[in-house]
């Protein structure tokens, strides 16, 4: 059966129909999957039914694991649900219970909810993320993204030419610190220590540019840090307008993949007290954006 992509939205946003992700894919799959990768950057794979396995198996089709571990988080190894190339995105402990609503990993969890790509912390930041569905709460909990390619295109010449070449820090501290999260022990400030990321890149595949902008960014290299906050935070508001926006509202049994190299997105607010059951894998991308400097 050959596979449909649907548009959910005009650019953004396709759904995928005649495929079962359990089965494994065939070259002609894997290459039609891509180029609708390269043309929505988001697409849905409504009502499947995975095991994590099956999911790792499906990942592994589009490039590398990122195993999410203890440079993602502030889990405990003893303490996490899933296995080692999941992130977990629910609010649930390794028992199955519903996190306390002042839980610390619930608490470092909710930067989800502000605009990010994902692992733009690490030097070599993420291509895909894959996140699969297994329970909803009763309201609330839709993912946004939005389109960092049109978004670029938007910006007038003056402001293309002035960010061209800079260079972020990011880094999980920064974008807790927003939360007014920041009590991190000296370990984990090691772990967390700031990245380079350029804040304009262009596509591997199709060539074009756009933002690279992420809740963990937080400062410019060479800029005054409140020049550089509001900068980033003018291109955030610039970039998140609705009109580069699609809102996934979930349904269990969905599989939505997303280019991080061009969207950002985030969860917006569910019921504390309901559990929401998400997985992600999460594929390495093709290196670091910029030579990282020596530490
Ligand atoms: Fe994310």
Known sequence: MSIRIRALHPVLAGE????????????AEVTAIEAGMDRHAVLVFPG????????????????????????SNITRPEDRRLGPCMADISNLDRHQQILRRDDRQRMFNLGNRLWHSDSSFKA???????????????????????????????????RKALIEDLVCEHSQMFSRAQLGFTEFTEEERE?????????????????????????HAGSILGWPVP?????????????????????????VGDLVIWDNRRTMHRVRPYPAEEARDMRRTTLKGEGPTVRQQAA
């Open 48 to 71: 499947q039914d995975l095991s994590d396995e099956q999911q790792l198996a499906f990942s592994r089709n589009f490039g590398e694991l990122e195993r999410p571990g203890a440079a």
């Open 124 to 158: 070599t930041p993420a291509k895909y993320s894959l996140l699969y569905c297994l329970s909803v709460a009763s309201k609330g909990g839709n993912t946004e993204f939005a389109d960092m390619r049109a978004a670029y295109d938007a910006l007038d010449d003056e």
């Open 191 to 215: 772990r967390f220590k700031p990245v380079l990321q350029v804040l304009v890149r262009a596509h591997p595949s199709t060539g074009r540019k756009s933002l690279y902008l992420s809740s």
């Open 16 to 27: 995928v129909e005649g495929i079962d992700l359990r089965a494994p894919l065939t070259p």
């Open 227 to 251: 020049e550089a906050r509001f900068l980033l935070r003018d291109l955030v508001e610039h970039a998140t307008q609705r009109k580069f926006v699609y809102s996934h509202k979930w349904r």
